[in-house]
């Protein structure tokens, strides 16, 4: 294992100012308040997931390093200062025939007063661990892990990737988890049990477009309206459930006047509070992974996906070939409900109007792959 990070005052100090948010990067974390890059943490090493367990001092890092591996970082005084967990590190057991390559996803459940948050992290190779002691230690999900498509899933771009936890508020045995590629699949029993939610997902990448299971999700988030209405960015196209998943219908209409340029791109972003509102950068293909036309847009949609409007005010349009990855977009869920995000060349731009202007709120960072705004 790497050594720890030692203390340092300026991480906590600033998650005081107007927007704190933190950026995993290839070459380690940094927290940026007010347009600052503190950092970095873990110098060197990728970050490529990050959470607040509670608005507070308690913070979690996904951490790999070329030398020592991928583990769990745990910091109990807003990021002043960071440890190894003492307990049962993130790995799989012994009779499996897996090494854990990266931690993907950091995802807090608060079951209510007076029990631990419980924190889910999802896996390279594609699997999800559970840990009730506030990420000092964890454990594999069998049933996941043991399902019978597993051995099926092929691994995508960036390997073989669990990559999104989306629970339910109002049912807490629900989990629902992306994997690239093998598709959407959720648990209506805390996880004992799973099963593919991907009717009406295409994965034009097979002879069969529209299989059970083998598509390449890209990310999922859950709508303001309610917790069973989800949208979900795929390799190809944009997509929206009205029931947990159970069935999806494409919303992107790429191509189409007031559609989306093109049906590819990672993230996807549900506003915290608006109805039917959703954001998404896209690319211009899975070939030249870049903003269509060499234009920083955001594509923004208030009624469900039946249109959406570039929002371009503060962002570049000429010559910006940027990229946004699956987890380094982000929605702040306090007022204003800022939206974050930050590219492959270390640029990061928020908006504190719903995404009709924006500006530049850092710059030169390393290629940033997580971005969480901080409570």
């Not at 897996?98 to 950091?106: N, P, S």
């Not at 979900?232 to 159970?246: E, F, W």
């Not at 503060?314 to 590219?343: K, M, S």
């Not at 009709?356 to 705004?373: K, M």
Request: aromatic residues 8%; contains cysteine.
């Amino acid at each position: 294992m790497p050594p720890s990070s030692g203390p340092r005052a300026g991480f906590r100090a600033r998650v005081t100012d107007h927007l704190a948010v933190a950026v995993g990067t290839t070459k380690g974390l940094f927290l940026v308040s007010d347009g600052v890059p503190d950092g970095p943490w873990f110098k060197g090493q990728e970050v490529p997931a990050f959470t607040q367990v509670e608005p507070g001092e308690l913070y979690l890092a996904a951490t790999t390093d070329p030398r020592y591996g991928t583990s769990i970082q745990v910091s109990e005084d807003g990021g002043g200062s960071w440890r190894t967990p003492s307990g049962r590190p993130i790995a799989f057991p012994d009779d499996t025939p897996a090494t854990l390559e990266r931690v993907w996803q950091l995802h807090v459940i608060h079951p209510g007063a007076g029990v631990k948050p419980i924190v889910l992290a999802g896996t390279d190779p594609a699997a999800l661990f559970v840990s009730r002691d506030l990420g000092e230690s964890f454990s594999l999900i069998r049933p996941l892990w043991d399902h019978p498509h597993r051995e099926r899933w092929e691994p995508g771009g960036g390997g073989l990737a669990l990559h999104t936890i989306v629970t339910h508020p109002e049912r807490p045995g629900r989990i629902t988890v992306g994997v690239s590629t093998g598709g959407v699949y959720r648990s209506d029993d805390s996880g004992a049990t799973w099963e593919p939610k991907n009717d009406g997902i295409a994965a034009t990448h097979l002879p069969d477009p529209h299989p059970a299971f083998g598509q390449c999700v890209h990310k999922i988030a859950t709508d303001a309206e309610s917790p069973d209405v989800l949208w979900l960015q795929n390799h190809g196209g944009v997509y929206r459930s009205t029931d947990a998943g159970d069935h999806w219908t494409d919303v992107g209409r790429a191509g189409e006047v007031g559609g989306l340029p093109s049906d590819f791109g990672f993230p996807i972003v549900a506003h915290p509070t608006a109805p039917r509102t959703a954001y998404v950068f896209p690319l211009e293909s899975a070939d030249y992974r870049c903003s269509p036309g060499a234009a920083c847009r955001v594509y923004r949609t208030e009624d469900g996906g039946a249109s959406w409007e570039p929002l371009t005010s503060g962002l570049p349009q000429v010559a910006a070939h940027l990229t946004v990855l699956r987890d380094a977009f982000d929605a702040g869920e306090n007022p204003p409900y800022p939206l974050v995000f930050g590219t492959r060349t270390g640029q990061i731009y928020a908006s504190g109007d719903s995404g009709g202007t924006w500006r530049l709120f850092a710059d030169h960072l390393p290629p940033i792959l997580c971005v969480r705004v901080l409570a």
